[in-house]
């Protein structure tokens, strides 16, 4: 019996056809609709994080007794659009460019946004000293998922094809994981991951135009 293949995955051989578009791309479920949508998104991420943050400084600033139940809410939309967006950008990478090399930190990367949203939840907590030990293990994480973006945009400039924004989207996953791996240059990390949604989206956008005429 034949095994049934995972529909994200895009065959060894992509075939372009007339359109000059790959096989693996027209034949994938990335309509013109999703990646356009992937791309609003995107940008409504910038506000959205914008928010977050605002939300848990008030939350923190005030024991934990203001705002909490808003913080929870917006970093659990937060949570799921990231892992969304991130499910999309790879198949975008396989049946579009061929690419699978960064499999492995999209898998990490979204299993790093499950762990933040389980320490978002305990530091909801009333009790002081939890609130306090899980901020400090949040900063202490920083470190490693700043080496994660970094090879991870690595990766990505590896992708030989010139498409808007990839590169500019490849940079600021870069220089924003050296700032979180430095930790105290957070902020700086923090304004260019805001960042880089704007190319993020940009790429969606291309693609939904692409799909638009498959």
């Known amino acids: 019996m034949t095994e049934d293949k995972n529909p994200y995955e895009a065959p060894e051989s992509n075939v372009v056809n007339n359109s000059g578009l790959p096989e693996a791309f027209i034949a994938s479920n990335l309509s013109s609709k999703k990646l356009f949508w992937a791309g609003c998104l995107s940008l409504a991420m910038i506000v959205i994080d914008v ?3 605002i939300l848990s400084f008030i939350s923190n600033a005030s024991g934990g007794e203001s705002y909490t139940f808003e913080y929870i809410i917006c970093s659990l939309i937060t949570v799921g659009a990231s892992i969304y967006l ?5 198949c975008l990478l396989q049946t579009r460019f061929n690419f699978f090399d960064a499999n492995k930190y999209i898998t990490l990367l979204i299993a790093i946004n499950i762990i933040s949203l389980v320490l978002i939840m305990l530091s909801a907590s009333g009790n002081e000293s939890v609130r306090n030990t899980i901020g400090i293990t949040y900063f202490l994480f920083l470190c490693p998922i700043g080496v994660i973006a970094t090879l991870f945009g690595i990766k990505l400039l590896k992708i030989p094809a010139q498409y808007p924004g990839l590169k500019f989207y490849a940079w600021s996953n870069i220089v924003a994981g050296i700032c979180y791996a430095v ?8 304004l260019v991951g805001l960042l880089a949604n ?11 135009a692409e799909a638009e005429r498959r």
Do not use: D
Request: aromatic content about 22%.
């Open 183 to 190: 930790i105290i240059l957070y902020m700086a990390g923090f």
């Open 51 to 53: 928010g977050t943050y």
């Open 86 to 90: 991130l499910t999309i950008f790879k």
């Open 198 to 208: 704007i190319p993020f989206a940009l790429m969606m956008f291309t693609a939904s």
